[in-house]
């Protein structure tokens, strides 16, 4: 497949001295609507009949869905529904069978707005901090540019001070702070995120979710997150969508004022929804 990402950036910037590193994807390729660009810095999503195939097995049945600039989704389900292909779909990882994908309306040619955000960190263990997030920056040729947009990233993340350390002696929590930073250092319009709060534990997942929030709201990107967790798409999301056997099971609004309070029976209602739906699944 001729998409470049950043697990594919960061194999062929250390080449010569290690193969196989992975590193959180960069989809590069050309351009995306410039009017789109100049209303808001989120990406429209358009899916239209998708569907996806691995040989003999269906994975999603003509997935149609319609995602506005900046908004916030959260996709949930039990394991092998879906989730984590049809966002591998929308990255450009992968092709679907089927059906469309347009990312501000345009069907090719987008990939260069998204990245995606794993659930491992996956640093390079001899590059230190500022140097794993500078492999976002795969089309920036100015070392001192890519080093304040590296630096500038990490201060967003809550990592000032940090970007002479080596991965090992960060923790878990921090690792995907360093993640993120390395996600959002190229500015993108689409940031996609595959359960990257799962490997953490509770208070470290709450003080991330938080992050999470807070970077999208000044960004204004469209988000996408995959979670097994249905208290943590009610605290991030929009929009909750349910998959059940590769469709759209339930796509419900999350109408409650940021940031959202743990506890508040709003919140519970829906999350009492949404498990109800998911233990028929």
């Known amino acids: 497949m001729n998409v470049n990402v950043l697990e594919h950036a960061a194999d062929s910037a250390t ?27 989120g990406a429209t999503i358009t899916l239209r009949g998708v569907v996806k195939s691995f040989g003999e097995h269906r994975v999603l049945h003509g997935i149609d869905l319609d995602v506005d600039p900046g908004t916030f989704v959260a996709i949930v389900g039990r394991s092998g529904c879906g989730k984590s292909t049809l966002l591998r ?23 260069d707005v998204v990245r995606l955000m794993f659930q491992e960190p996956r640093l ?9 997030v500078e492999v976002g920056l795969t089309h920036a040729r100015d070392k001192r540019d890519r080093r304040q947009q590296a630096y500038e990233a990490l201060v967003q993340v809550g990592l000032d001070g940090r970007g002479r350390d080596w991965p090992a002696v960060l923790s878990g929590g921090q690792k995907q702070r360093v993640a993120l930073a390395r996600a959002l250092v190229s500015h993108p319009r689409l940031l996609l995120l595959d359960e990257p709060l799962g490997a953490l534990d509770a208070l470290t997942r709450i003080e991330m979710q938080g992050l999470v929030e807070s970077v999208w709201q000044d960004k204004g990107f469209t988000a996408i997150v995959v979670t097994h967790d249905v208290s943590e798409a009610v605290a991030l999301a929009d929009r909750i969508l349910l998959l059940d056997d590769g469709k759209v099971a339930l796509d419900v609004a999350v109408d409650l ?3 959202r309070r743990r506890g508040d029976p709003r919140a519970a209602a829906i999350e009492g929804r949404i498990l109800e739906r998911l233990l028929r699944c």
């Open 124 to 132: 390079l263990p001899w590059q230190r901090v500022t140097s794993n």
């Open 257 to 259: 004022p940021r940031p």
């Open 15 to 41: 080449r010569a001295s290690s193969a196989g590193a992975d590193s959180a994807t960069h989809v590069s390729s050309r351009g995306a609507d410039s009017a789109t660009r100049a209303i808001s810095p």
């Open 89 to 111: 779909l929308l990255a450009g990882l992968d092709r679907p069978s089927n059906g469309s994908i347009a990312i501000d309306r345009q069907t090719q040619g987008w990939q």
